[in-house]
């Protein structure tokens, strides 16, 4: 009578036996073009082979699903995967004994938000779960400082200062400029005293011997 008990309660125990499915995290946020990992958790029997374990997980919209990674009785089907997803997801397969399913996604899209859904069926039984992921577009950046083509060519921070070979020009331009309004000047001065000389030296008319007057 006992062992019949014993049995009863271990058969009802092994049918009552359910898998429970969870993510780590309900909700996820990340940027255009960087990476993200999303993981689910599962209660798994420690001895359990992988070849017990299938998972299908899925990108949900109102029009149809993604299918994004595919496990069949413990190996990776790619050719399940959608092509949007093709070379953007790869999966840690060390962590699936452990009850644990991480999928990294790499160069996300903003088209990449929504909802996932993972269904995971071992041994145990069935059970799913979702989580929600939203991408925004990568912020912009500023642009780095460019010279101004439309000013000659000139550095724009250098522009309305002078550089200090155009204040070198200017200074030789000046000193020849100085120079000769300076010869000029003495030129004009010498040539002044030369004809004032030369009227003072002069005789009148009347007394210079060299003059002949006719009488």
């Known amino acids: 009578m006992i062992c019949r008990i014993l049995l009863l309660f271990i058969l009802t125990s092994c049918v009552c036996a359910s898998l429970v499915v969870n993510v780590t995290q309900s909700s996820y946020q990340a940027e255009e073009n ?9 209660t798994t029997r420690t001895d359990g082979s992988l070849k017990s374990i299938n998972i299908i997980c899925e990108m949900l919209t109102d029009v149809r699903s993604f299918i994004l990674f595919h496990l069949h009785e413990g190996v990776e089907s790619p050719e399940s995967q959608h092509e949007r997803f093709s070379g953007r997801v790869q999966f840690d397969k060390e962590f699936l004994r452990e009850g644990r399913l991480r999928l990294h996604m790499s160069r996300l899209r903003t088209d990449d938000s929504g909802l996932y859904l993972c269904d995971v069926l071992t041994v145990d ?6 989580c929600l992921l939203n991408v925004t577009a990568e912020r912009d950046r500023p642009k780095s400082e460019t010279p101004n083509t439309t000013s000659g060519g000139r550095d724009p921070s250098t522009t309305g200062s002078p550089s200090q070979g155009e204040r070198r020009g200017r200074i030789v331009l000046y000193c020849v400029v100085g120079v000769i309004a300076a010869a000029g000047t003495v030129l004009g001065v010498c040539y002044y005293l030369r004809r004032k000389h030369s009227t003072s030296c002069s005789l009148p008319v009347e007394l210079d011997p060299m003059v002949h007057i006719d009488i």
């Open 34 to 42: 960087h990476n993200i990992t999303l993981e689910w958790t599962f």
């Open 125 to 130: 039984g069935e059970g799913s779960r979702k």
